[in-house]
């Protein structure tokens, strides 16, 4: 059965941080954070915006109401969830329309969560034709003021619509995957904050791509020459550099040249937004789409998901004819141009500022213009109250 991506959209908060600018403040170079980060802008997220409403956002951009109809399986990848018990795909479920007789699960490994729901997707329509599921990632991305990981926080969601005979890209059903129990990255239950190994994460991330992709060939008997392009998951765009010279350091220049030259459409969005986590590598793999030339139908792309912790996996999928079509690149490139610049100070407020911890009410009185169309409206005897304009 043909099964894969038949819609894709993301959203990201109306508000962001130049990187030189930071850079400056921070007394940092700015080609460290531009070249040597490879970020220009980082979407912050103020107070109405969490993991629930980013993904809200996302879904509302892509579905009609026929999806509202055939979907029966939400899948809400995030490591910024709300609520230790309910999941954020109820609230999603409710807040896009959908109807009533479908399941809503969270989903969480670091990044990966994305990716376990797309696989989950997978057998849920192998045994129910029929069926959409919407798979989402959405996190905010966050390690403090004057951290080492400052530089690679941001915000955001992006909402996929699975299905039979998908009008995007068609998944191959051909993964390898690893699970390794490390500490590179991880935030404990009591921190607002990402607690990070830098160095180790990336050499982390690196080895897990290494052994996957290994394994993917010995699964597959395909190798690199079979893909048209890459996609990474991006905490900053500099990690998919990375991870192509990685991949190709046993090969002629031709081969990182050619991956090299798509690497540069896949990272634009992500390096206007920053790392959003569980839809760092699906964001990625929509900029790819969106903004590089249209590639021949059946074109293979090669996904690498990484969830600090740790999991990974690489799996692969091939664009479907007239693909074009079925995005939206016009409305993504607003979603990005439309933001406001934030000034060093009001990005390290609003970095700052948090919900009450006290089981206090609070109204998010909103001086932000252009909230997106779902947002978070305050909290009511311990209750989260979103709104949908
Ligand atoms: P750092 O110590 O600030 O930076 O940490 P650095 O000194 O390693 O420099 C970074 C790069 O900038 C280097 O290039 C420098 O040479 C270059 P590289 O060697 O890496 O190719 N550089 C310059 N380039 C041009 N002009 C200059 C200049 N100066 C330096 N003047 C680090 C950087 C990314 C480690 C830090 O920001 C961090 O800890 N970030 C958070 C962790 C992270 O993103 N890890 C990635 C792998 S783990 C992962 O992807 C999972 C994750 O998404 C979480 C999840 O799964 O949920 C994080």
Redesign the pocket.
Known sequence: MDIGIDKIGFYTPNVYVDMEKLAEVRG?????Y????GQEKMSIAPLHHDSVSLAANAALSILDDEDREKIDFVLFGS?SGVDHSKSGAVWVHNLAGIQQNARCVELKQ???GATAGIKMAMGHIALNPDSKVLVLGA?I?K?GLN??????QGAGAVAMVLSQNPRILSLDNDSASMTKDIS??WRPLYSDY?F????F??E??LGFLKEVFDNYKEKTGRNLSDFEAMCF????T??G??AILALTEDLDESETKRLMDSYHDSIYYNKQVG?V??G?LYLSLLSLLEQAPEFKAGSRIGLFS?????VGEFFSGIVKPDYKKYLNKDAHESVLDDRRELSIEEYEATLEKALPKDGSDIAIDDEQVNLGKAYLSGIKENVRLYSVK
Do not use: Q
Request: hydrophobic fraction near 25%; include cysteine; charge should be negative.
């Open positions: 940092v170079d700015p080609a460290k531009t070249i040597g980060i490591e670091a990044c990966y996190d991305a390690y951290t080492g990981g400052e530089p690679t590179d990255f990402a990070v190994d830098g160095k994460s990336n982390a991330y998951h991006l905490p900053y500099k990690m550099k990375k790392n986590y569980t760092s990484y969830g600090s912790g740790a």
